[in-house]
């Protein structure tokens, strides 16, 4: 299986959802980065810092799959898409009710 067919759902949750979201809801002025790593940078460089940052960690993922065994490739993708949708459904939330 190729990279890219092996991360649709990575990209379409962790980083088009995620990110899309999460700009959206921070520039709406109701919401906060709860993350302080992320919180700080996001002070010193701004909202937009968050997709080098998304690209860095795809950098991260193609690394884990070139090196990893199957078993744990499919456990770092699928959590990793996990979290990018209860990151989505969590921005989406805040915004709708914020």
Not at 13 to 29: E, K, M, S, V
Not at 35 to 46: A, M, V
Not at 67 to 78: F, P, S, V
């Amino acid at each position: 299986m190729s990279f890219v067919k092996d991360m649709w759902s990575v990209l379409l949750l962790y980083f088009i959802g995620d990110t899309l979201t999460t700009l959206y809801a921070l520039q709406t002025g109701n919401f906060y980065e709860g993350n302080p790593i992320l919180s700080n940078i996001f002070q010193s460089y701004g909202f937009a810092s968050l997709i080098p940052l998304k690209i860095g960690f795809l950098f991260v993922m193609y690394h884990v799959y070139n090196n990893a065994d199957r078993y744990y490739w499919n456990i770092t993708r699928y959590s990793v898409a996990g979290i990018g949708l209860l990151a989505t459904l969590s921005n989406t939330v805040t915004v709708v009710h914020g």
